[in-house]
Protein backbone atom coordinates (compact mmCIF):
# COMPACT_ATOMS: atom_id res chain seq x y z
CA UNK A 1 0.00 0.00 0.00
CA UNK A 2 1.45 3.70 0.07
CA UNK A 3 2.85 5.23 2.74
CA UNK A 4 2.81 8.82 1.64
CA UNK A 5 -0.16 10.07 0.41
CA UNK A 6 0.14 14.17 -0.91
CA UNK A 7 -2.53 17.17 -0.77
CA UNK A 8 -3.41 18.72 -2.71
CA UNK A 9 -2.95 16.47 -5.98
CA UNK A 10 -3.07 19.20 -8.52
CA UNK A 11 -1.86 22.55 -7.84
CA UNK A 12 -2.22 25.39 -10.40
CA UNK A 13 -0.11 29.13 -9.60
CA UNK A 14 1.78 32.38 -10.89
CA UNK A 15 4.75 32.60 -11.23
CA UNK A 16 6.33 34.20 -8.01
CA UNK A 17 3.76 32.90 -6.21
CA UNK A 18 4.80 29.97 -3.23
CA UNK A 19 3.19 26.72 -3.90
CA UNK A 20 2.92 24.02 -0.77
CA UNK A 21 1.84 20.61 -0.97
CA UNK A 22 1.46 17.83 1.93
CA UNK A 23 2.19 14.58 2.44
CA UNK A 24 1.06 12.30 5.35
CA UNK A 25 1.83 9.02 6.46
CA UNK A 26 0.73 6.09 8.93
CA UNK A 27 3.27 4.31 10.37
CA UNK A 28 6.50 5.45 11.85
CA UNK A 29 9.32 6.52 9.47
CA UNK A 30 13.28 6.65 9.44
CA UNK A 31 12.97 9.81 7.06
CA UNK A 32 11.34 11.43 4.48
CA UNK A 33 11.97 12.39 1.23
CA UNK A 34 10.84 14.49 -1.31
CA UNK A 35 11.08 14.29 -5.01
CA UNK A 36 10.77 16.12 -8.43
CA UNK A 37 9.37 14.47 -12.04
CA UNK A 38 9.84 16.49 -14.80
CA UNK A 39 7.61 15.62 -17.71
CA UNK A 40 8.58 12.58 -19.34
CA UNK A 41 11.77 12.32 -17.31
CA UNK A 42 13.04 10.44 -14.03
CA UNK A 43 12.56 11.26 -10.37
CA UNK A 44 15.27 13.64 -9.29
CA UNK A 45 15.84 13.47 -5.50
CA UNK A 46 15.05 17.14 -3.86
CA UNK A 47 15.58 16.62 0.04
CA UNK A 48 15.42 14.02 3.08
CA UNK A 49 14.35 15.09 6.53
CA UNK A 50 15.25 12.63 9.08
CA UNK A 51 12.80 11.84 11.65
CA UNK A 52 14.38 14.00 14.51
CA UNK A 53 14.42 16.97 12.34
CA UNK A 54 11.43 19.52 12.36
CA UNK A 55 12.64 21.76 9.12
CA UNK A 56 14.94 21.93 6.57
CA UNK A 57 15.86 24.33 3.69
CA UNK A 58 17.22 23.81 0.31
CA UNK A 59 17.43 26.64 -1.46
CA UNK A 60 14.20 27.97 -2.16
CA UNK A 61 12.93 24.83 -0.69
CA UNK A 62 11.75 24.67 3.05
CA UNK A 63 10.35 20.84 4.69
CA UNK A 64 8.79 20.54 7.71
CA UNK A 65 7.64 17.16 9.31
CA UNK A 66 5.27 16.97 12.10
CA UNK A 67 5.93 13.25 13.56
CA UNK A 68 3.01 13.47 15.86
CA UNK A 69 0.96 14.24 13.21
CA UNK A 70 2.58 11.92 10.63
CA UNK A 71 2.68 14.65 7.99
CA UNK A 72 5.07 16.97 5.96
CA UNK A 73 4.85 19.72 3.82
CA UNK A 74 6.99 21.10 1.12
CA UNK A 75 7.12 24.81 0.31
CA UNK A 76 8.24 26.27 -2.78
CA UNK A 77 9.29 30.05 -2.65
CA UNK A 78 8.98 32.29 -5.45
CA UNK A 79 7.86 29.62 -8.08
CA UNK A 80 9.23 29.87 -11.53
CA UNK A 81 8.07 28.61 -14.50
CA UNK A 82 11.19 25.42 -14.38
CA UNK A 83 9.32 24.65 -11.19
CA UNK A 84 6.65 22.73 -13.38
CA UNK A 85 6.41 19.19 -12.40
CA UNK A 86 5.22 16.72 -10.17
CA UNK A 87 6.13 16.25 -7.00
CA UNK A 88 6.40 12.91 -5.09
CA UNK A 89 7.28 12.25 -0.95
CA UNK A 90 8.19 8.86 -0.29
CA UNK A 91 9.09 7.91 3.10
CA UNK A 92 11.38 5.09 4.65
CA UNK A 93 9.49 3.17 7.39
CA UNK A 94 11.61 1.65 10.51
CA UNK A 95 12.97 -1.91 9.98
CA UNK A 96 12.22 -1.65 5.85
CA UNK A 97 14.96 -0.60 3.08
CA UNK A 98 12.70 -0.08 0.97
CA UNK A 99 11.35 3.95 0.01
CA UNK A 100 7.25 4.15 -0.41
CA UNK A 101 5.89 6.48 -2.76
CA UNK A 102 3.15 8.70 -2.71
CA UNK A 103 0.68 9.63 -5.48
CA UNK A 104 2.20 12.82 -6.46
CA UNK A 105 1.65 16.48 -6.80
CA UNK A 106 1.06 18.42 -9.92
CA UNK A 107 2.36 21.81 -9.81
CA UNK A 108 2.12 23.82 -12.65
CA UNK A 109 3.08 27.68 -12.56
CA UNK A 110 1.97 30.17 -15.02
CA UNK A 111 4.40 32.59 -16.35
CA UNK B 1 29.75 10.22 -15.18
CA UNK B 2 26.30 9.07 -17.15
CA UNK B 3 24.53 8.15 -13.35
CA UNK B 4 21.86 5.87 -14.35
CA UNK B 5 21.07 4.81 -17.97
CA UNK B 6 18.26 2.33 -19.00
CA UNK B 7 17.89 0.63 -21.83
CA UNK B 8 15.64 0.72 -24.07
CA UNK B 9 13.83 4.40 -23.99
CA UNK B 10 10.86 3.00 -25.18
CA UNK B 11 10.08 -0.68 -26.64
CA UNK B 12 6.21 -2.10 -28.42
CA UNK B 13 5.82 -5.90 -27.22
CA UNK B 14 3.30 -8.04 -28.27
CA UNK B 15 1.54 -10.24 -25.62
CA UNK B 16 3.26 -13.34 -25.21
CA UNK B 17 6.38 -11.73 -26.16
CA UNK B 18 9.66 -11.51 -23.56
CA UNK B 19 11.92 -8.77 -23.14
CA UNK B 20 14.78 -7.37 -20.89
CA UNK B 21 15.26 -3.96 -19.71
CA UNK B 22 19.05 -3.06 -18.82
CA UNK B 23 19.41 -1.01 -16.01
CA UNK B 24 23.53 0.60 -15.67
CA UNK B 25 24.57 2.69 -13.40
CA UNK B 26 28.58 3.90 -12.72
CA UNK B 27 28.10 5.11 -9.55
CA UNK B 28 29.19 2.45 -7.62
CA UNK B 29 26.39 1.80 -5.60
CA UNK B 30 25.41 -0.89 -3.71
CA UNK B 31 21.69 -0.89 -3.94
CA UNK B 32 19.47 -1.08 -6.88
CA UNK B 33 15.94 -1.15 -7.84
CA UNK B 34 13.31 -1.71 -10.32
CA UNK B 35 10.38 0.32 -10.17
CA UNK B 36 6.66 0.85 -12.40
CA UNK B 37 4.66 4.31 -12.85
CA UNK B 38 1.52 3.67 -13.85
CA UNK B 39 -0.84 7.02 -14.29
CA UNK B 40 -2.42 8.20 -11.10
CA UNK B 41 -0.47 5.13 -9.06
CA UNK B 42 2.92 6.64 -7.93
CA UNK B 43 5.83 4.49 -8.26
CA UNK B 44 5.37 0.85 -7.20
CA UNK B 45 8.58 -1.34 -6.20
CA UNK B 46 9.11 -4.46 -8.27
CA UNK B 47 12.19 -6.12 -7.33
CA UNK B 48 15.51 -4.79 -5.76
CA UNK B 49 18.65 -5.71 -5.00
CA UNK B 50 20.86 -5.34 -1.88
CA UNK B 51 24.27 -6.05 -3.46
CA UNK B 52 25.98 -8.15 -6.59
CA UNK B 53 24.50 -11.14 -6.83
CA UNK B 54 21.47 -10.53 -4.26
CA UNK B 55 17.59 -9.94 -5.44
CA UNK B 56 14.39 -9.33 -3.52
CA UNK B 57 11.00 -8.88 -4.31
CA UNK B 58 8.93 -5.26 -4.00
CA UNK B 59 5.56 -4.50 -3.70
CA UNK B 60 4.42 -6.19 -7.18
CA UNK B 61 7.06 -8.75 -8.22
CA UNK B 62 4.32 -10.80 -10.26
CA UNK B 63 5.00 -11.46 -13.95
CA UNK B 64 8.42 -10.27 -13.11
CA UNK B 65 12.18 -11.53 -13.12
CA UNK B 66 15.64 -10.16 -12.23
CA UNK B 67 19.50 -10.77 -12.20
CA UNK B 68 22.12 -8.85 -10.25
CA UNK B 69 25.36 -10.22 -12.21
CA UNK B 70 27.57 -7.61 -12.03
CA UNK B 71 27.63 -4.83 -9.53
CA UNK B 72 26.68 -1.84 -12.12
CA UNK B 73 23.59 -3.86 -14.32
CA UNK B 74 20.26 -4.56 -12.88
CA UNK B 75 18.30 -6.44 -15.21
CA UNK B 76 14.53 -6.55 -15.75
CA UNK B 77 13.14 -9.56 -16.82
CA UNK B 78 9.30 -10.02 -18.35
CA UNK B 79 8.89 -13.91 -19.55
CA UNK B 80 5.56 -13.62 -21.07
CA UNK B 81 4.47 -9.68 -21.54
CA UNK B 82 0.52 -9.20 -20.87
CA UNK B 83 -0.95 -5.43 -21.34
CA UNK B 84 -1.22 -5.33 -17.55
CA UNK B 85 2.67 -4.41 -17.78
CA UNK B 86 1.89 -1.62 -20.27
CA UNK B 87 3.58 1.33 -17.81
CA UNK B 88 6.80 3.23 -17.68
CA UNK B 89 9.48 1.75 -15.62
CA UNK B 90 12.23 3.29 -13.60
CA UNK B 91 15.28 1.84 -12.56
CA UNK B 92 17.69 3.29 -9.58
CA UNK B 93 20.13 2.98 -7.09
CA UNK B 94 21.55 4.07 -3.95
CA UNK B 95 24.91 3.95 -2.28
CA UNK B 96 24.15 1.86 0.50
CA UNK B 97 20.59 1.60 2.11
CA UNK B 98 17.57 2.79 0.81
CA UNK B 99 17.05 4.81 3.64
CA UNK B 100 19.43 7.43 1.83
CA UNK B 101 18.78 9.43 -1.58
CA UNK B 102 18.34 7.19 -4.67
CA UNK B 103 19.18 8.54 -8.34
CA UNK B 104 16.74 7.45 -11.02
CA UNK B 105 17.17 7.05 -14.79
CA UNK B 106 15.14 8.19 -17.54
CA UNK B 107 13.15 5.57 -17.67
CA UNK B 108 11.50 2.72 -20.30
CA UNK B 109 8.37 3.10 -22.03
CA UNK B 110 6.69 -0.41 -22.29
CA UNK B 111 3.89 -0.80 -24.70
CA UNK B 112 2.19 -4.37 -24.93
CA UNK B 113 -0.99 -4.67 -27.20
Known amino acids: SQQGEEDPQALSIQEGENATMNCSYK?????LQWYRQNSGRGLVHLIL?????REKHSGRLRVTLDTSKKSSSLLITASRAADTASYFC???????????FGKGNQVVVIP | NAGVTQTPKFRVLKTGQSMTLLCAQD?????MYWYRQDPGMGLRLIHY???????AKGEVPDGYNVSRLKKQNFLLGLESAAPSQTSVYFC????????????FGPGTRLLVL
Open chain 1, 90 to 100: ATVIYGNNRLA
Open chain 1, 49 to 53: IRSNE
Open chain 2, 27 to 31: MNHEY
Open chain 1, 27 to 31: TSINN
Open chain 2, 92 to 103: ASSPGTSVETQY
Open chain 2, 49 to 55: SVGEGTT
